[in-house]
């Protein structure tokens, strides 16, 4: 495995707060995450800072105009690039000495199980946003007893302290959560992975019909700083689960 980096200093804050033996646990960590959007992204970027050493990211989407008001990658400069480059170059930029891989296909069917069985990572995080193939993903990580954490309804919110985590059996308020839980139950999955999911309840103004865009029904209102909690979130309980802090 490579090393963190030829200069170990950019880790030194994060040492000193949870020891060598916590730094090298990190770097030892494969952690995959789905959906480079405006919660995948920021989650891959916090993993990437804190010091994983080996990290698979998965999107087959390029960056809209649309993208720019949440989504750390999305730039004028980036529109129409596919989003797993742009943050393979940002996350090689933060660590050179990161073991990384991108996958550009669309996560649905095979291609889903076939990521899932590439290897047995660490950690998962879930941050599709499309139900069918999120609820497939889920399925699939759960079925080979992988650690997950998902990522629930992110749009329509503007409150972050209303942002919670639990077990997805213990989720409530949130639209994208019941349907979720709703389609694993009939699979036969009630518990066993946590959620980051918002109680605040999405009012039916901020949500517009969507017909122009393939696999998605609606399109959501959102604000800059709220998938980034959540993708933080994300983050936050792979590293202290990884590191025993939970």
Not at 24 to 35: F, N, R
Not at 50 to 56: E, K, M, R
Not at 92 to 100: A, C, K, Q, V
Not at 219 to 228: D, E, K, L, N, Q
């Amino acid at each position: 495995m490579k090393s963190v980096t030829n200069n170990n200093s950019w880790c030194e804050r994060t040492e000193l707060l949870i020891g060598k033996k916590g730094i090298e646990k990190l770097h030892k960590s494969h952690v995959l995450i789905a959906g480079m959007g405006g919660v995948g992204g920021i989650a891959a970027e916090m993993l990437c800072r804190a010091g994983i050493g080996t990290l698979t990211i998965a999107d087959s989407d390029t960056f809209t105009p649309s993208n720019r008001n949440r989504q750390i990658g999305a730039f004028l400069s980036t529109e129409g690039l596919l989003k797993a480059d742009v943050m393979k170059k940002r996350l090689l930029d933060i660590n050179p000495g990161l073991n990384l891989t991108t996958v550009k296909d669309y996560l649905k069917d095979n291609v889903i199980v076939n990521l899932i069985n590439a290897c047995k990572y660490d950690y998962v995080i879930d941050a599709i946003d499309t139900l069918s193939p999120k609820v497939f993903f889920i399925f699939h990580c759960i079925r080979n007893d992988l650690k997950l954490v998902s990522s629930m309804g992110a749009g329509g919110k503007i409150d972050p302290v209303l942002i919670k985590i639990s077990d997805i059996s213990e989720s409530s308020e949130c639209r994208f959560a019941y349907a979720v839980r709703k389609k694993l139950h009939k699979l036969g999955i009630e518990a066993g992975f946590d959620v980051v999911y918002s109680t605040e309840k999405v009012p039916r103004s901020v949500i517009t019909r969507e017909e122009s865009i393939p696999n998605k029904k609606s399109t959501v209102g959102t604000i800059s700083y709220i998938p980034a909690v959540f993708g933080t979130f994300c983050s936050s309980v792979v590293i202290r689960n990884l590191l025993n802090k939970n």
